[in-house]
């Protein structure tokens, strides 16, 4: 079995979540950099050469080799940190509590949401620790939706009953499931998806790090559609197994009369705010998935 799919497989999160309520926090963390040192020397692994290509585009392609096996070095040792995080605490939401924090401008823009009677589709990279975060956030700000990937994996279907359980509706995106988003958004509810997981089809592509990637455009068909505010949502961990979410201000939509362009030029400018966040935290992008195959074997 592959390691991505190990690793989103049943098995995968079974073995994350006993081990992660075993260890106590000084041994687990402890333990996280040898660990991502022994995975991420494993470079004919296929999940290896995805992260390395994807770290290698938004490095802006000027990564040597050796620098690359720092950085996703990084990048496992970042996430398999927030992974213990997440599945040792999952069941003690008032430690979640403790340790994610809500930035101004996020509890802003919710407190004016609260006088709409508009949706508001909150549009995430995968940075750091989202699913700890949200926790957090339907407890304490918002009731949610979340739009999440269609037929997700026997790992990805564990993870959204845990979603689930915590408080927060998840919609496999399907075209039933897009209705209900939409009626969720027409009745001014809030609607969580991620921007940057890539499609294995479009009919749109997009520019994200000056180059061609195949990422949804659902999202903003979602906002046209349904007339919804938008805002970029980040989660980044802070220290010390210390998160935060933050959001941009609200945009609206720019239309267009030409509706690869309507859809294109909207998504372009979430994926630039998240290129930002990105740039800046580049070991918290928890992207397993090959943004640009264009550029396997080219590093």
Not at 262 to 276: D, G, K, P, Q
Request: charged share 20%; net charge positive.
């Amino acid at each position: 079995m592959k390691l991505t799919k190990l690793i989103n497989s049943s098995f995968g999160i079974a073995t994350a979540l006993f081990f992660s309520k075993l260890l106590p926090p000084p041994i687990a963390y402890r333990l996280v950099g040898p660990i991502a040192g022994i995975i991420s020397k494993q470079k004919n692994l296929e999940i290896i050469k995805t992260v390395r290509c994807n770290q290698w585009v938004i490095h802006d392609q000027k990564l040597d080799s050796k620098q690359l096996d720092t950085c996703v070095y990084k990048v496992f040792k970042f996430h398999l940190s927030s992974l213990y995080d997440f599945y040792h605490n999952v069941n003690h939401p008032e430690r979640i509590d403790k340790k994610v924090t809500f930035s101004p401008d996020l509890i802003e823009l919710i407190e004016q949401h609260k006088g709409s009677d508009r949706g508001l589709l909150l549009l995430s990279p995968h940075l750091s620790n989202f699913d700890l975060a949200g926790i957090a956030m339907v407890r304490n700000l918002t009731k949610y939706t979340i739009l999440s990937y269609p037929k997700p994996p026997s790992g990805y279907y564990w993870q959204n009953k845990i979603r689930e359980g915590s408080g927060v509706e998840v919609l496999p995106m399907s075209q039933v499931n897009l209705r209900l988003v939409g009626e969720r958004l027409k009745s001014g509810g809030v609607v969580i998806t991620g921007i940057d997981r890539p499609m294995e089809a479009s009919n749109y592509p997009t520019i994200f790090f000056n180059h061609p990637a195949m990422l949804p455009v659902t999202p903003i068909r979602l906002a046209l559609k349904y007339n919804a505010q938008v805002a970029v949502c980040i989660c980044l961990h802070i220290k010390n197994g210390m998160y935060t979410i933050t959001s941009t201000q609200p945009f609206e939509m720019e239309r267009n009369p030409n509706l690869a362009m309507e859809l294109t030029s909207n998504t372009e400018r979430v994926l630039r705010i998240a290129e930002e966040y990105i740039r800046r935290y580049p070991e918290q992008w928890a992207m397993f998935y090959p943004v640009w195959p264009q550029f396997f074997g080219k590093m």
